[in-house]
């Protein structure tokens, strides 16, 4: 068993997590898709937890990173301040094969011409 430190009301908590639960996620994370989507849901949560975006890029740095060294620059990384850390993510998504984009809110979309398809919106950073 593993322990993976959470927060719970402000208060560190440490949780026992089996072997074959992390076995599983970074299993399924050697799947580019689901690595990303699994970032998408950790980053656009609506009351996010700090420690799990970094938690979520470890996990996506074990199943995608084949040498392990994107894991030591990762850390680096979530150091830095403003625009620099921004353009650092995406240069080390790029390395595991993702991409850091931007795109339109569909909630907050109003399309002109209802068969539009938001895909044509879709602005890539």
């Known amino acids: 068993m593993n322990s993976v430190q959470a927060q719970t ?3 560190p908590v440490n949780t026992l997590v089996s072997d074959s ?3 599983a996620l970074i299993n399924s994370l050697q799947d580019p898709i689901e690595s990303a989507c699994y970032l998408t849901a950790i ?7 700090p420690e799990l975006l970094s ?4 996990d996506v740095s074990k199943a995608l990173d084949q040498t392990g060294a994107s ?18 993510l995406a240069d080390w998504l790029k390395g595991l094969g993702l991409k850091l984009t931007v795109t339109v ?12 398809d938001l895909e044509e919106l879709e602005i890539a950073a």
Do not use: M, R
């Open 9 to 11: 009301n402000n208060a």
């Open 21 to 23: 639960y992390l076995d």
């Open 43 to 49: 980053i656009e949560a609506e009351e996010p937890e």
């Open 55 to 58: 938690l979520a890029l470890n």
């Open 71 to 88: 894991t030591q620059s990762l850390e680096a990384i979530l150091q830095k301040q403003g625009t620099e850390a921004i353009h650092s």
């Open 105 to 116: 809110d569909a909630a907050e979309v109003q399309l002109e011409d209802p068969d539009q």
